[in-house]
């Protein structure tokens, strides 16, 4: 049985991928982790430890600070969780000698405002990311694709859109709907 971290498991995206992890056939390939609810990606040591006392042979990377608005309130905290915790669990992993695969979930946020010619967008559309948290997910993107190129990291990056459904926050427009 594997054993796979999930930064950002008490979250809505991880909580839905442990759930997951608990169904048939996948209960007998996986095992999280366990983490605390209060695990904080900034903290270097911490996530170090995580890393080490979990040896994970897969990692899924869904550690954010995801709400657009928040990101231009305190910028700098966005950065904080979003590229420098990255940076942490990059370095936790070197550290460990990890040679799993990290997947690491960024954002279809980083492409900002596609005009309606630059439609559907592809992978080969230019980012022009248009709030700090898609400038903070395209530079930690940056990062892991920096850590594969350099130190031969397995990362696959994702850039998911919205997603929405049960769980999720009501910061956010569909979910605030959904509930009144």
């Known amino acids: ?3 796979i971290l999930i930064t950002g498991i ?7 991928f442990a759930a997951i992890l608990q169904r048939d056939p996948w209960r007998r390939r996986w095992e999280a982790v366990s983490l605390d609810q209060s695990f904080d990606v900034r ?3 911490w996530v170090g430890r995580v890393v080490r006392e979990g040896k994970p ?12 608005p928040e990101s231009f309130r305190n910028p700098r905290s966005t950065m904080e969780v979003n590229l420098l915790g990255t940076l942490n669990l990059l370095l936790a992993l070197k550290a460990y000698g990890f040679r ?5 979930v960024g954002t279809g946020d980083v ?5 309606e010619a630059g439609l559907p967008i592809s992978e080969t559309t230019l980012p ?8 903070s997910k395209l530079a930690a993107e940056a990062l892991c694709y920096q850590w594969h190129a350099s130190e031969g990291l397995n990362v696959i990056i994702a850039r998911p859109f919205n997603h929405i459904g049960w769980g999720q926050s009501d910061r956010f427009a569909i979910s605030a709907f959904a509930r009144q």
């Open 111 to 115: 492409y900002g405002k596609v005009a």
């Open 57 to 68: 042979d897969a990692v899924l990377h869904l550690a954010a600070q995801s709400f657009v």
């Open 1 to 3: 049985m594997g054993r």
């Open 43 to 45: 903290d270097q040591d």
């Open 128 to 135: 022009r990311p248009r709030s700090p948290y898609a400038v």
């Open 100 to 104: 799993g695969r990290l997947v690491y």
């Open 10 to 16: 008490h979250g809505f995206v991880g909580r839905a």
